[in-house]
Structure formats: structure tokens, C-alpha cells
């Protein structure tokens, strides 16, 4: 049965996410409060592996929900659930590309989409973000920032924008070894 409940929850994500592997994010988030199948804390953990990772973002993550909770089985079941409603949509795109190709229906509802997969990467960044920068067990509200702050990761996000903008074209596996090395030597551990 968790089989089929993994092929589902990723089915439904699959369909949803509009956008790429970070609109995917608010979907993860939900699914692990509802299947307990892993925390918010892990989903930031997993975007993490899965952007330093060759792949797309969503079939990463999948493939880690679906390993962790079901096996290899359970990651197969994962993966096929998030790719096929792109599959979908694709063969009746393909099938009917001269008749979409031009339709102002079609382009007005892809130009409305555009705004609604923005904000779903902006919430699912902010989410992370405040994650990796607060300690949220100690965080007590804005007016006490100071005691609820993570420090260090606040230094290392700082650090890493300055290198980024100073180096624009360093490559981006520069920029995440670096924050690996800074992990590692300065012992980032999970809240």
C-alpha cells in the first residue's frame, strides 16, 4: 500500500508543480506534515543533497522520500509518480502542438502561470532560508532576533554572497564546495 501512496503523493506534486524542482518545495513540505514520512528540517536537508546533485531537483527529492520510506521499490514508485504527469501533458502537447502553437488561450494561461510558479519558488526559498538561518526552537519572535539567530550560518550566506557577486563568473560547484568546506570545518550540524 505505501507503494501506491508514494506513486500518489508524488503524482499529485508532479501535476502541481509548475516551475521546476523548486516550486516542488511547498508540496514536499505538506506531504511530509500529512505522511510523516520526513520533517521540514529533512526537506531542507534534501534540497541541499539534491541541488549539489546531478538530476532535477523533484526526482531527487523523490527518489530520497521513496528510498528512505519504502526501499528501492518505493523510489522507483516516487519517480514514476512525479514524471508522468509531465509524460501527460507532453504526448498531448505533441499531439496537438499546431493547435496550441498559436492559441491566445493557451499563451494567456502560460503568461498567468508565470506569477503563481514565482511565488511558489519565493515561499519555498524563504522557507528554507529561515530554516538555515534561525535556530527556530530557540526563536522567541522578532523582537528577540539575536537569541533565535544562527550566526554562522548567517556569516557563511554572507560570505558566499560577497564571493559570488566579487567572482560573478565562478562556477556554482565552486560556491557550493566552499559552503561544504565551511560546513565541515566549522561543524554545521541540523537544528
Given at each position: ?14 501535476l502541481f508543480a509548475v516551475g521546476g524542482g523548486l516550486a516542488t518545495l511547498p508540496f514536499l513540505y505538506d506531504m511530509g506534515a500529512r505522511t510523516g514520512w520526513f520533517t521540514a528540517h ?96 530557540a526563536f522567541e519572535g522578532w523582537s528577540r532576533f539575536w537569541t533565535g539567530a544562527n550566526w554562522q550560518a548567517i556569516v557563511l550566506a554572507a560570505v558566499i554572497f560577497a564571493v559570488s ?27
Open positions: 500500500m505505501i507503494y501506491l501512496q508514494l506513486f500518489w503523493e508524488f503524482f499529485k506534486t508532479g529533512q526537506v531542507a536537508d534534501m534540497l541541499a543533497v539534491s541541488e549539489s546533485t546531478p538530476g532535477p531537483i523533484g526526482i531527487n527529492m523523490a527518489v530520497y522520500t521513496g528510498f528512505t520510506s519504502a526501499g528501492l521499490l518505493g523510489s522507483l514508485c516516487a519517480i514514476v509518480g512525479i514524471v508522468t504527469p509531465s509524460i501527460i501533458v507532453i504526448v498531448i502537447i505533441a499531439a496537438f502542438l499546431k493547435a496550441f502553437r498559436d492559441n491566445k488561450y493557451v499563451n494567456g494561461a502560460f503568461y498567468g502561470i508565470r506569477p503563481a510558479s514565482t511565488g511558489l519558488i519565493a515561499a519555498a526559498g524563504l522557507t528554507v532560508a529561515i530554516g538555515a538561518l534561525l535556530r527556530l526552537d557577486k566579487k567572482f560573478k563568473k565562478l562556477h556554482p560547484v565552486f560556491l557550493i564546495l566552499i559552503g561544504a568546506a565551511a560546513g565541515v570545518a566549522f561543524r554545521f550540524a541540523g537544528a
